[in-house]
Each structure stands twice: as C-alpha cells, then as structure tokens.
T-cell receptor, first 114, second 114 residues
C-alpha cells in the first residue's frame, strides 16, 4: 500500500536534546511537507521541499531543521533552540507544491518534552 | 499573516441532523478551498474541495457552499452519522502558490450523538 510512514508515533525527550522525526513516502511524490498541530491553532507549515536537495522555510521554521537527500525521505529535527517543542507533528506529501494538489498525510508523531 | 477563520470550535449534532461548519477568509487571491477530515490519532485526509467559479459542490452527504462576495465558505454534512465524528479543517490557497501557501483554519471537533 502506498502512503506516508512517520516514526516514532510517540516520543519523549528531555529539554535541551535534539530530536529527529522520520518521514518516508512511497507515493513517488515530488513535494513533502512538515506541519505542526497544536490544539486550537490548526496546522502550521514548518518546512517544505519541492525536489531532492532543496527545501524552503514555512511559517514557523525557527528551531527546526530538515534534509531531503532522497525523494522518499524528509526527516525533521527539532533542535534545542525550539522554545516550545511539545506538539503533534505531521508529515505530508503531494505530487507537486503548485496547483491544487491533494496533500497526503502520515499518522503523525507526538513529541513531548519533559 | 493571512488567516482563515473557522467556527465553531466544537459542534455536537444528533444522528440524522445537519452539521454546518463555517469559514471566512481575507485574501481575495485565494482560489482553492479544500476541507480536510481528521480522525483521532490519524493524519488529516482530503474530504472535498471547491474553486470559486461555482457556488456549491456536493459529494454524497458532504456539500461545500461558497459565497465569494462575503468571502465565506461552509461545509454541510447531511444526515450526520456517528462515523462522521472527527475534526474538520477548512483551508485556502491560490493556484500560483499551491500547497506551500495553504492556510488552515483552527479546526472544528464534530461529535455526532445517537
């Protein structure tokens, strides 16, 4: 089955530690995205990538980093510089960023910083 | 920051009733309005979408109504069922930028009671 796989589903970390969330897709999509979901705030775009080895900041990129070394993979690192990292993180992909392309989401990773 | 305002934050409807969720936007350049449905512990999935060249789009029990002059659009769920209980997000973007500028509403938690 084609889809987006995020891991881990749940993650606990101590304050000050960097954390990397995995996102893999087998849909052969060019574009991939990372969103953060907080209660009452909807989905906010962290980073997106249109092609391999290229990515752009979204609306709330501070304290996060990404890489796109392979078309299938778009890992997100939550760094110690992120002031409020506890959240639900969603990875998504689409055929491209432009036009009216449907976003396909993974099941999310819930990060709790203690 | 461009906004999409969504209401209500939560909604309880009896089985068989009509569920109505409203969204309003500010940017007149928006020309793509999708709705995403999210079940607990899952990522959102595209439910239905509309472009402003039509005032209404219907897919099964789900209908989007669009009022361009008022800059408002709404989701109507007819004959609401317990399986419709989920969080619904409206969103908006424009074709020039597509998903990289997709702005989400804050979400509506819908509960259908027997």
């Amino acid at each position: 089955d084609g889809g987006i796989t995020q891991s881990p589903k749940y993650l606990f970390r101590k304050e000050g530690q960097n954390v990397t969330l995995s996102c893999e897709q087998n849909l052969n999509h060019d574009a991939m995205y990372w969103y953060r979901q907080d209660p009452g705030q909807g989905l906010r775009l962290i980073y997106y990538s249109q092609i391999v080895n290229d990515f752009q900041k979204g609306d709330i990129a501070e304290g996060y980093s990404v890489s796109r070394e392979k078309k299938e993979s778009f890992p997100l690192t939550v760094t110690s510089a992120q002031k409020n990292p506890t959240a639900f993180y969603l990875c998504a992909s689409s055929m491209s960023t432009g036009g009216f392309g449907e976003l396909f989401f993974g099941e999310g990773s819930r990060l709790t910083v203690l | 920051q461009q906004q999409v305002k969504q209401s209500p934050q939560s909604l309880i409807v009896q089985k068989g009733g009509i569920s109505i969720i409203n969204c309003a936007y500010e940017n007149t350049a928006f020309d793509y309005f999708p709705w995403y449905q999210q079940f607990p512990g899952k990522g959102p999935a595209l439910l239905i979408a509309i472009r402003p060249d039509v005032s209404e789009k219907k897919e099964g029990r789900f209908t989007i109504s669009f009022n361009k002059s008022a800059k408002q659009f709404s989701l109507h769920i007819m004959d609401s069922q317990p399986g419709d209980s989920a969080t619904y997000f409206c969103a908006a973007s424009d074709q020039d930028f597509g998903n990289e500028k997709l702005t989400f509403g804050t979400g509506t938690r819908l509960t259908i009671i027997p």
